[in-house]
């Protein structure tokens, strides 16, 4: 119990300092002129944002923040860890729900996270804090709903509809090569099993499945397009290889099986077939992670 109140004390202190700042900066001629707002239209209810925030810690939902150039000053730490975005997120420091101190010394003015997580009530006492359900929303929605979130709504229309009529231009193309019927499965490497994907899992499966209207697997789509993901043992994996495979390869997990008999004889792999993404950079499926993804099936596909 004392443990609980040193704990609400300190957080209370806090706030308390970081206000007595925006006090003293006043009195030094430095006030700040209160920044527009807008009703954004949340899972939760309507909520006051700033119109154009300039402080935003990603809790979730960083990438697609950062494919609209917001201005993250913190962001999770899978994200962080994405060599896709290394370069947009020099300085940028990593913060979690847990750690209320840290995230009221960045000072932010607007919190992304996720519905899940802890401690939502006390962020609000830091900034506007705006909660997604993950899976509640498509790849494209949850892009458009950032953009409504950070006033910038009309930029996330035209990247959508640009990517729709480009991934549906790809497909096309690939499918004029490949055929109509062949099937492509995406597989991703694990310590001792493997992950079959549907068409909502990242990996590119958006982009394969939907935008381009590729065939999976009966035998995936059987068991993984509900549930978005199945995993499967070693001995498993000519059932689920399509004509062509997409292998997530994972660079921290053992990958010898790629040097055994199972994995060389089967079709994909023995045609030349399967072409590698780092798991790594294909985790999320916003727009940078898209666009990646995107530049390399065409190139894979068709020999670009």
């Known amino acids: 119990m004392k443990k609980l109140f040193m704990i609400s004390l300190l957080f209370f202190v806090l706030i ?27 899972e939760t209810g309507p ?43 020099d300085g940028v420091e ?4 847990e750690n209320l101190e840290k995230i009221i ?24 804090t705006v909660v997604f359900t993950w899976g509640k929303l498509d790849y494209l929605e949850q892009q458009l709903e950032i953009g409504k979130l950070l006033n910038k709504e009309k930029e996330a229309k035209e990247w959508i509809e640009d990517f729709k009529s480009r991934a549906e231009s790809i ?19 694990g310590n001792k099993e493997f992950y079959v994907f549907g068409n909502n899992y990242a990996r590119g499966t958006e982009i394969m499945y939907q935008a381009m209207g590729l065939n999976m697997p009966e035998k995936v789509k059987d068991t993984a397009l509900e549930s978005g993901i199945y995993v499967i043992s070693t001995e498993l994996l000519p059932e689920y290889a399509g004509d062509y495979v997409i292998l997530s ?16 004889n089967i079709p994909a792999v023995k045609n030349g077939q399967v072409y590698e ?13 898209l666009e990646h993804l995107l530049d390399f099936f065409e190139s894979s596909f068709l020999n670009k």
């Open 94 to 97: 990593v913060v979690t729900e």
């Open 16 to 42: 308390l300092a970081a206000c007595g700042d925006k006090e003293t900066n006043k009195e030094q001629g430095k006030e700040e002129t209160k920044s527009d707002t807008i009703t954004y239209q949340s």
């Open 47 to 89: 909520i006051e944002v700033p119109a154009d925030p300039q402080r935003i810690i990603t809790l979730t939902n960083g990438p697609n923040a950062l494919a609209l150039e917001a201005n993250v000053v913190g962001i999770d730490d899978w994200t962080k860890m994405n060599p896709l975005f290394e370069e947009r997120l």
């Open 171 to 189: 497909g096309e193309a690939i499918r004029a090569k490949i055929g109509e019927d062949a099937t492509v499965s995406v597989i991703e490497s």
């Open 249 to 264: 390869k994972n660079p921290d997990v053992d990958n010898s099986f790629l040097e055994t008999d199972l994995w060389k």
């Open 277 to 289: 993404i780092n798991t790594k950079a294909s985790t999320y499926s916003d727009p940078i992670t």
């Open 105 to 128: 010394e960045l000072d932010p003015d607007l919190i992304i996270a996720g519905s899940h997580m802890n401690n939502i009530e006390k962020l609000n006492e830091i900034a506007p």
